[in-house]
């Protein structure tokens, strides 16, 4: 398998610049050897290592990334960590009854090893909390979402609770919203800081991390795959992808993957009178009672207090967005944010960024052994944060020869659905991607 090129995020990983100085693990240099090799260090390929040392405490766990810890998509994620059923495709988030059942439990179960990650680690509050979170209703048609959803919830047993305006603008200091539908079982990260101490948390138990060193080949030779980087070369009986819809660069996947950007913009740091005359909570975030539209959150701690916005979506199969579309979709952030708090008008956007997301037209993951001793753990449908800490656990206990009712809820997912042949796939999931912004209305 040759790789010939890297997926591309434009713009800086933003939570990163708010923290102190990383740890510099080093790239791959020379002839290494390993009883596991993972390729991908976010969330899946963080969660298999731990599961792995935890499975296997006396084999030698090697990780591989790409670039440096929490600078690819885990670092530009927006640091929701959902339990329940939050599907892209639909109009209220919900599906079908059994199958949203089932990825609830994983996305719990993924919740509850991260948050024994976070405590083994010694990884501050700010890292990861379980706060729950809310959609948020801009609009008469929002408010219908929710309470479409807020039917499913209840069709399937899930606590929940449906806010009036007051009850939001209490939360954001904002009286945009009309209504939201809160539920509690979320976890909200600051993603850079919960992943840059899980791979020191892991470094500490023996996984060998190497940063800067992206494979450029995989091969399969005497029962052994050896992974080449433009600095070395390491061997192991079994490796495991978890670089979501860079599996298709490897050649697995192909036309079964969707790729697509988000795009988002973080404040800089609002000064004292700017927090007095907002007021609200100092830490909330929502979901949009649409799909298509504005992800806020704002966050207070390291870095200052500061909001972010996060909106718009490009369909780009190349694996490639540039800083064109970060500016342009940025003026639309600035709108996003200037309508909803218009009390603080003079704060201007420190950063922005683009980063990937790999869906399936089918919802479902790319997971399992998809050759001798390689595994994926790979396609999170928009849920980056629990899914792939889920898919990671459980493909570390497949490739170990474990069992567990979660793996069976996990095995039992269908493989992705085929595309369409391009253009066509280009042309309608742009088409239903701007109609769907177009359509969202204030929700945007």
Sequence with gaps: MKVTRLPVDPGPPAWNLLLPTQTQYPALAGNKTADWLIIGAGFAGLAAARRLKQLCPQDTVALLEARRVAHGPTGRNSGFMIDLPHNLASDDYGGELERDARHARLNRAAIDFAADAALDYGLADEAFVRSGKTNAAATEKGLDHNKSYSAHLTKLGEPHELLDGAQMREMTGTSYYLGGLHTPGPAMIQPALFVRGMADGLAGTGV????????????????????RTTGGRISAANVVLTVNGHAESFGFFNRRLIH???????????????????GGAPRWAVTPADPLGSTIRRISGTGGDRIIVRNRVTYNPGRCANENAVQAFGRSQDRSFARRFPMISGVTMEHRWGGQL????????????IDKGLYAACCQNGLGVAKGTASGMLIAELAAGKTSPL????????????????PLAWLGA??????????????L
Excluded: H, Q
Excluded at 358 to 369: K, Q, Y
Excluded at 410 to 421: D, F, G, I, Q, T
Excluded at 430 to 443: D, I, N, S
């Design 430 to 443: 742009t088409a239903t991607m701007r109609w769907g912004e177009f359509t969202a209305g204030r929700e």
């Design 208 to 227: 060998d991390i190497y940063e800067n060193s992206p494979v450029t080949s995989l091969k399969r030779d005497a029962g052994s795959w050896t992974a």
């Design 260 to 278: 697509i950007y988000l795009y988002a913009s973080m404040t800089r740091p609002l000064t004292p009178d700017e927090v007095k005359t907002l």
């Design 358 to 369: 790999c869906l399936s037209r089918n919802d479902a993951p790319a997971f399992g052994e």
């Design 407 to 422: 793996l069976d809820d996990m095995l039992a997912e269908p493989a992705p659905s085929r595309l369409p042949p391009e």
